[in-house]
């Protein structure tokens, strides 16, 4: 793991070469710093990364990297304000894994879906859950899991104080 490690730091220094020397200094003092995070660090960062863009597919729209890793940027600085981190995390577990269904079935949210939600009844709800199909079933449970999961961790990061 130590070699993977080193070999992306050198590539980061190669790209991070063309803005020049100056910047290039700056990048490898916090490249050093890189290096002293776990390895289990990257893989709980992995895991939000990946349960985020699975929740953005789950609500009916096309996985961006940019929100993705904008969403778990600010999960990092909220991590150290437990509460906070596990209701956002559960939030968006919870909606994207009752919204997949509908989302594959029918596309992303819609007015025709909003109003159509509103006037119905018990017994159409019902027989609604019952026509799901039950490996979208077993993907929606898959993102609560992968949401649990996420809210147990700390993520541990090394910020001097």
């Known amino acids: 793991m130590h070699y993977i490690r080193k070999i992306i730091c050198q590539h980061l220094v190669l790209i991070l070469s063309i803005y020049g020397k100056d910047y290039m200094l700056l990048s490898i003092n916090k490249?050093?710093?890189?290096?002293?995070?776990?390895?289990?660090?990257?893989l709980k960062l992995s895991l939000l990364?990946?349960?985020?863009?699975?929740?953005?597919?789950a609500l009916g729209y096309v996985p961006r990297i940019q929100y993705t890793i904008g969403i778990v940027s600010l999960l990092l600085i909220l991590n150290s304000y437990r509460a906070i981190y596990f209701i956002f995390i559960l939030m968006f577990s919870l909606a994207g894994?009752?919204?997949f269904p509908v989302s594959f079935l029918y596309g992303s949210p819609s007015l025709t879906i909003t109003t159509s939600l509103s006037y119905t009844n018990l017994n159409e709800t019902i027989d609604f859950i019952f026509s799901i199909p039950?490996?979208?079933?077993?993907?929606?449970s898959l993102i609560l899991v992968i949401g649990y999961i996420c809210t147990i961790f700390k993520l541990k990061t090394n910020r001097k104080k």
């Open 49 to 57: 990364l990946i349960l985020f863009s699975v929740i953005h597919y």
């Open 97 to 99: 894994a009752v919204y």
């Open 31 to 42: 490249l050093e710093r890189i290096k002293n995070y776990s390895i289990d660090f990257y």
């Open 134 to 140: 039950n490996y979208l079933l077993l993907i929606s």
